[in-house]
Structures are given as structure tokens and as C-alpha cells.
Nanobody, 123 residues
Framework: QVQLVESGGGLVQPGGSLRLSCAASGRTFRPYDMGWFRQAPGKEREFVAAISWIGSSTYYADSVKGRFTISRDNAKKVVYLQMNSLKPEDTAVYYC????????????????WGQGTQVTVSS
């Protein structure tokens, strides 16, 4: 069982930056691949980024490539999403996810989800 708690969301102006964090905890420690997803009002949840267990492989949605960076600190059990050059269309609830398969994450599914953190990009 894995519990995920996101933090770092908020209101930011277009062109600004935010860094989201996802802290993992639980009795069972396994090497999970991690991902970030987002859901805007009235839209389906979409894949944003994913990172392999050892951090050697990362994947991004085309809409965020070059602006967002996913990273992880396994010693602290934390995954980060650095978001730069934010746009109004990045406004959404951002969710952290953990899964034993990177492919599954990239396909939009996961075993474990956080509760989400709101990111609003507006002037």
C-alpha cells in the first residue's frame, strides 16, 4: 500500500514557475515508477510526465515538453514536477501517481493516486 500526498500548488501569473512535490509513504516499500497527471474543469484526466524508478528514463506530454521537468529523490521518497513558463491552459488539478509499470503510467492508468493539488495560471 502506498500513500501519496501532493503539495506546492497555487496561483501563478502566466510565464511564472511552480514546483510540485509528491511525498510517498506506506508500510511496503517497492520500487515504483512515478507520474504526474492533471485534470482541468470539464476535461478528462491527462498524462503529464513520468519517471522510472531509478530516474534514468523520463517521459512528457507534448504540451509540456521543454517547460516541465520531473525528478525524484528516492532517499526522501519524493517526486517533483518543476513547471516553468506556465500558461493559462496549464490550469488544472495535478495528481501524483505510483505504478509498477512505466508503460501503464504513460497509458494513463495507475495503482495509486494522490488527492491532487490545484494549479491556477492567471493574471
Amino acid at each position: 500500500q502506498v500513500q501519496l500526498v501532493e503539495s506546492g500548488g497555487g496561483l501563478v501569473q502566466p510565464g511564472g514557475s511552480l514546483r510540485l512535490s509528491c511525498a510517498a509513504s506506506g508500510r511496503t516499500f517497492r520500487p515504483y515508477d512515478m507520474g504526474w497527471f492533471r485534470q482541468a474543469p470539464g476535461k478528462e484526466r491527462e498524462f503529464v510526465a513520468a519517471i522510472s524508478w531509478i530516474g534514468s528514463s523520463t517521459y512528457y506530454a507534448d504540451s509540456v515538453k521543454g517547460r516541465f521537468t520531473i525528478s525524484r529523490d528516492n532517499a526522501k521518497k519524493v517526486v517533483y514536477l518543476q513547471m516553468n513558463s506556465l500558461k493559462p491552459e496549464d490550469t488544472a488539478v495535478y495528481y501524483c501517481a505510483a505504478n509498477s509499470s512505466l508503460r501503464t503510467l504513460r497509458m494513463g492508468s495507475s495503482d495509486y493516486w494522490g488527492q491532487g493539488t490545484q494549479v491556477t495560471v492567471s493574471s
